[in-house]
Structure formats: structure tokens, C-alpha cells
């Protein structure tokens, strides 16, 4: 939890210019960054995150930020970007896909890309390459 409460001071600090943010606890960091973000246009990149509760801390839900701000989160996890409800999934180069396709198609088609054809998540295999392992939203 303090690792969260600093990864919050940071988001707010920088994206407010702002030095001297203090933040009493993650649930406090949690309702100043809606507060204060709420009508403020931002763009936010995440790297390599491993939690949800990560993930929630600092990002909650899109009401949290202005309309038109953009979110990148790269993970490995692709089960973290379900949970949010991202909007996009954009493969990455790394590990290969599972040798199963058809399966992770399914599972993650339906979702992610309910909207999405087959021959789509096909097209953008090839488009990426075989190598992919972080996905970003």
C-alpha cells in the first residue's frame, strides 16, 4: 500500500506540477485523483503492471479523467486489462502466441473484442508478428 501511495503522489505530481503532494492513504489518493483529474484531458502510461490493484489505485475508472484522455498499460497479464475493461488491445512483440490460437482468439475476443472478426485478430498476427508477449490498452 505505500508503494501505491507514492505511485499516486508521482501520477499527481507530475501530471499537476505540483511538488509537495501528501497523500494520507491509498483510499485518500484515490478520491484526490478523481477530484483533481476529473476534467483535466491526460495521457498516462503504465508500465509492466502486475496487480489490479495497481491498476485501480491509479487509474479506477475512465470518470476519473477528462473526456478524450488516453490510458497505455503494458502488461503480461492479459487477465489485469479484463478485469479493467479496456477498450484495445494492441500486441506487442515478445514470446510467441500460445500454440492453441484459436482458443486465446476465443477467450479474449469475447472480452475484449466483441466487435472484432476472426479474420481480423488474424490479420493483426500477421501484421505484429508471430513474436508477442506485453499487450498494451
Known sequence: PNGLVYLQEKLLSDILSERDIAIAN??????????KLCFKRVLIVLDDVDDLEQLYALIGSRNWFGVGSKII???????????LGVDQILLAQ??????????????????FFRMLEKS?????????????SKVVA
Request: aromatic content about 6%; glycine content about 6%; some cysteine.
Open 120 to 132: 481480423n485478430w488474424i490479420m493483426m498476427y500477421r501484421t505484429f508478428g508471430r513474436n508477442t
Open 26 to 35: 491509498c483510499t485518500r489518493g484515490m478520491d484526490i485523483i478523481k477530484e
Open 73 to 83: 498499460i503494458t502488461t503480461k497479464k492479459v487477465h489485469l486489462l479484463n478485469a
Open 94 to 111: 515478445g514470446r510467441p502466441l500460445p500454440p492453441n490460437i484459436e482458443v486465446s482468439i476465443s477467450l479474449m475476443k469475447s472480452i
